[in-house]
């Protein structure tokens, strides 16, 4: 699976849009970019995920750049419960292994 | 709430024991995925069901083993417990094989908290 990095920690305004970048450059054709996010030890989150067009969803929008070596996830209007540590992944949707492969992370903090 | 299930939430056990974990997924998935989170090593999978088989294996201690039983829930079975095998223990559950060649998405139970004294 390809790589990703992310930033360690992010702080954003309550209300204003948060957005966490990912590097994926050595991503392949047939790989995925997903997206989860854990909330304080809860289990991990499914958010969004993407091939190459911009998808949006009721919680986010994923922004994939035309060659699909980084992407940017949007929450357009932070709150509060929106703290947690937010995961990257890439990886294919064909093969006999489906794991997911967790980075350390953006670690988000939404402030007052 | 995913829909997948994690029975404990907490559990306090000494070393030398073993424990066992289960995890009910997703009405209809057929996957079923099991990831050890602690502090030094962050998520981690340990190894995955699919329909009652063992489908892939990750860096699971010999110590631990897991099976998918006919209706489809799955156990996590943890024996001869040291205190490095305290962690967070998460299932997952997913409803496509990736052999279909579709993208395939896993939602998480809420884990179980392994404590070892």
């Known amino acids: 699976d390809a790589k990703t990095t992310q930033p360690p920690s992010m702080d954003c305004a309550e209300g204003r849009a948060a957005n966490l970048p990912c590097n994926h450059s050595?991503?392949?054709?047939?790989?995925?970019v997903y997206w989860y996010r854990q909330i304080h030890s809860q289990g991990p989150q499914y958010i969004i995920h993407?091939?190459?067009n911009n998808e949006t969803n009721e919680m986010a929008s994923l922004i994939i750049t035309e060659d699909r070596k980084s992407s940017t996830l949007i929450l357009p209007h932070a709150t509060l419960r929106d703290t947690a540590v937010y995961y990257c992944?890439?990886?294919?949707?064909?093969?006999?292994?489906?794991?997911?492969?967790f980075g350390t992370g953006t670690r988000l903090q939404v402030t007052l | 709430d995913s829909g997948v299930t994690q029975t404990p939430k907490h559990l306090i056990t000494a070393t030398g024991q073993r424990v066992t974990l289960r995890c009910s997924p997703r009405?209809?998935?057929?996957?079923v995925y099991w990831y050890q989170q602690s502090l030094d090593q962050g998520l981690q999978f340990l190894i995955q069901?699919?329909?009652?088989?063992?489908?892939a294996k990750g860096n699971i201690l010999e110590r631990f083993s897991a099976q998918q039983f006919p209706d489809l829930h799955s156990e996590l079975n943890l024996s001869s417990l040291e205190l490095g095998d305290s962690a967070l223990y998460f299932c997952?559950?997913?409803?496509?094989?990736?052999?279909?060649?579709?993208?395939?998405?896993?939602?998480f139970g809420p884990g179980t908290r392994l404590l070892v004294l």
């Open positions: 993407g091939l190459k």
């Open positions: 050595t991503i392949s054709g047939n790989e995925y």
């Open positions: 997952a559950s997913s409803s496509t094989p990736a052999r279909y060649g579709q993208p395939e998405t896993q939602y």
């Open positions: 069901y699919y329909n009652g088989e063992e489908r």
């Open positions: 992944i890439v990886r294919p949707f064909s093969g006999t292994a489906s794991k997911l492969t």
């Open positions: 009405s209809g998935d057929l996957s």
